[in-house]
C-alpha cells in the first residue's frame, strides 16, 4: 500500500500593516508567497490593509489586486480575525465568518502552522506582532521581540553598540516639541550642545524608530535642519541628528544564524544619486530583479540597483563590514534574514555601522543568492521557516503556577 504523502506545511505570510511602508510590505510579502517551494509548503496570504483589518483569499496574492478598492469581497477576499483566546497547543487559526444553513452566520477557523512577518516598519518590524504571537504560542520566522524592538530604536540600537567595539557615528536625539508647542531653534542648539559636542553642518536628520530611508534628509544650515525636524517629527515622536558623512558610500550585507554561528552574504553598494539612498532610489528605480509578480517585474529592493562584492573595498574593510555585522547580530540575538547597513567616507575609508533591518525588503534574498555558497530564494524561504518551528520548540518553560512554587489557590 502506497504511504500518504505528509500534510504541507501552511505557512501565513503577514503583508501590508498599519505603517508608512505598506505598500513596500506587500512587495515582500508577495515575493515570499512566490518563493515558497509548494512541493513543502502551503502558501496563505493574510494582508493587512492601512486601517488594520486583516483579509485572507487567493486574489491577495496578485500584485494587480492592490490597493483594495470598493467591496474586497467581491474578489473573493474575506475578512479574518487572529483569536486571542485561543487555547495553549491548538494549531494557529484565523477566523472567518461565513453564511452557513439558512443564510445564518457560521464561524470557520484557517488554520496555518507557522507565521512569517513581512512587515515593515511600525507595527510588524519593531516586536508588536511578534509580541503577538509570542503570547498566542503561534510559531513565527525572524526576530524575536526584544530584539526586533531594539534595533528598530535607532537611538537605543547605537547606545547599545556604543559598549562594543562596533563602530557608529555619534549623534544627537532630539524630542518632538509637547503638544501646543513651536518647534524652535534654541532647543535644538542645546541638545546638540549637549550630546554632540563641536556639530557642523552638514548633518542628517531620521527618525527615531522608522525604517526604508522614510523621513531622511540631510541640512547644509540651521534653516534646513528645522525644516528636517519638522517632516520627521510628522512620523515620530523623536529624531536623531548626526553628521553627514563626506564623500559617502552605503554598503549592505546580510546576517542569518546557523549552527556554528552567524554567516553574511555578499556585500553590496547600492546605486544611488544624491547624498543620501532616499525612499525613490530604494523602490522606484525599477529593474528586473527577483520573482515575478502576475506579469510585472520584481519590485522592492530586488529591483534596486547594485554592485555586489565591490571591488573598490579593500580586504580590510569587507572583513570589517562582515566582522561588525555578525557581532551586531549576536548582540541583539537576532534571527532570519537581517540587512545591516554600513557608512563609508569613499576618501579616508572610514566604516560606520548605521542600522539593522530586521524585516528587510524582500528578506535581502539577493544579496543570499549572491553569496559564497549561494543560496536561493526558495532555499532561504524554507530555511526561514525551519528556523520558526526551531525556534518555537525551544521555547522557554511551563507557565504553570504549580511549576514554579507559586500557587497560592487550591486546585483540588
Given at each position: 500500500m502506497a504511504t500518504a504523502p505528509a500534510p504541507k506545511t501552511t505557512v501565513a505570510v503577514f503583508f501590508g500593516g498599519r505603517s508608512v511602508e505598506h505598500d513596500v510590505s506587500?512587495?515582500?510579502?508577495?515575493?515570499?508567497?512566490?518563493?515558497?517551494?509548494?512541493?513543502?509548503?502551503?502558501?496563505?496570504?493574510?494582508?493587512?490593509?492601512?486601517?488594520?483589518?486583516?483579509?485572507?483569499?487567493?486574489?491577495?496574492?496578485?500584485?494587480?489586486?492592490?490597493?483594495?478598492?470598493?467591496?474586497?469581497?467581491?474578489?473573493?477576499?474575506?475578512?479574518?480575525?487572529?483569536?486571542?483566546?485561543?487555547a495553549l497547543g491548538d494549531r494557529p487559526g484565523l477566523m472567518v465568518a461565513r453564511k452557513g444553513l439558512m443564510g445564518r452566520p457560521k464561524v470557520e477557523t484557517i488554520g496555518f502552522d507557522v507565521?512569517?512577518?513581512?512587515?515593515?516598519?511600525?507595527?510588524?518590524?519593531?516586536?508588536?506582532?511578534?509580541?503577538?504571537?509570542?503570547?498566542?504560542?503561534?510559531?513565527?520566522?525572524?526576530?524575536?521581540p526584544l530584539g526586533a524592538a531594539a534595533t528598530m530604536d535607532k537611538h537605543f540600537t547605537k547606545r547599545t553598540l556604543g559598549a562594543t567595539d562596533v563602530a557608529t557615528l555619534p549623534h544627537a536625539l532630539v524630542a518632538r516639541p509637547g503638544r501646543g508647542t513651536f518647534l524652535s531653534e534654541e532647543p535644538v542648539?542645546?541638545?546638540?550642545?549637549?550630546?554632540?559636542?563641536?556639530?557642523?553642518?552638514?548633518?542628517?536628520?531620521?527618525?527615531?524608530?522608522?525604517?526604508?530611508?522614510?523621513?531622511?534628509?540631510?541640512?547644509?544650515?540651521?534653516?534646513?535642519?528645522?525644516?528636517?525636524?519638522?517632516?520627521?517629527?510628522?512620523?515620530?515622536?523623536?529624531?536623531?541628528?548626526?553628521?553627514l558623512v563626506a564623500?559617502?558610500?552605503?554598503?549592505?550585507?546580510?546576517?542569518?544564524?546557523?549552527?556554528?554561528?552567524?554567516?553574511?552574504?555578499?556585500?553590496?553598494?547600492?546605486?544611488?544619486?544624491?547624498?543620501?539612498?532616499?525612499?525613490?532610489?530604494?523602490y522606484r528605480a525599477g529593474g528586473d530583479g527577483g520573482p515575478k509578480l502576475d506579469d510585472g517585474p520584481g519590485e522592492g529592493m530586488a529591483a534596486a540597483g547594485r554592485?555586489?562584492?565591490?571591488?573598490?573595498?579593500?580586504?580590510?574593510?569587507?572583513?570589517?563590514i562582515r566582522r561588525d555585522a555578525a557581532a551586531a547580530f549576536a548582540l541583539f540575538d537576532l534571527a532570519g534574514s537581517v540587512r545591516v547597513d554600513f557608512l563609508c567616507n569613499g576618501e579616508t575609508g572610514e566604516i560606520w555601522?548605521?542600522?539593522?533591518?530586521?524585516?528587510?525588503?524582500?528578506?535581502?534574498?539577493?544579496?543570499?543568492?549572491?553569496?559564497?555558497p549561494a543560496l536561493g530564494f526558495?532555499?532561504?524561504?524554507?530555511?526561514?521557516?525551519?528556523?520558526?518551528?526551531?525556534?518555537?520548540?525551544?521555547?522557554?518553560?511551563?507557565?504553570q503556577a504549580d511549576a514554579g512554587g507559586a500557587t497560592l489557590f487550591n486546585r483540588g
Open positions: 506587500i512587495l515582500t510579502g508577495l515575493q515570499f508567497l512566490d518563493a515558497l517551494d509548494t512541493e513543502l509548503f502551503e502558501p496563505l496570504a493574510v494582508y493587512i490593509d492601512p486601517q488594520g483589518q486583516w483579509w485572507c483569499g487567493e486574489a491577495l496574492r496578485r500584485r494587480s489586486s492592490y490597493p483594495l478598492s470598493g467591496a474586497p469581497e467581491a474578489l473573493g477576499i474575506e475578512p479574518v480575525t487572529l483569536p486571542v483566546g485561543t507565521a512569517v512577518p513581512a512587515l515593515h516598519g511600525s507595527n510588524g518590524e519593531d516586536g508588536t506582532i511578534q509580541g503577538l504571537f509570542e503570547f498566542l504560542r503561534v510559531p513565527y520566522a525572524g526576530c524575536r542648539k542645546a541638545a546638540l550642545d549637549q550630546q554632540m559636542p563641536g556639530w557642523a553642518f552638514p548633518l542628517l536628520v531620521k527618525p527615531r524608530r522608522l525604517g526604508s530611508s522614510v523621513g531622511v534628509a540631510p541640512a547644509a544650515d540651521m534653516d534646513a535642519l528645522m525644516a528636517a525636524l519638522s517632516r520627521a517629527f510628522r512620523l515620530d515622536d523623536a529624531a536623531l541628528v548626526e553628521p564623500n559617502l558610500v552605503e554598503y549592505n550585507v546580510a546576517v542569518r544564524a546557523t549552527e556554528t554561528g552567524p554567516v553574511t552574504s555578499a556585500i553590496e553598494r547600492p546605486l544611488h544619486d544624491g547624498p543620501t539612498l532616499d525612499f525613490a532610489a530604494k554592485a555586489l562584492d565591490p571591488d573598490e573595498l579593500t580586504d580590510a574593510q569587507a572583513a570589517q555601522l548605521n542600522e539593522l533591518n530586521t524585516i528587510p525588503g524582500s528578506f535581502a534574498y539577493y544579496l543570499w543568492q549572491a553569496a559564497t526558495t532555499d532561504l524561504a524554507e530555511t526561514l521557516v525551519r528556523e520558526a518551528q526551531a525556534l518555537s520548540a525551544g521555547r522557554g518553560g511551563s507557565t
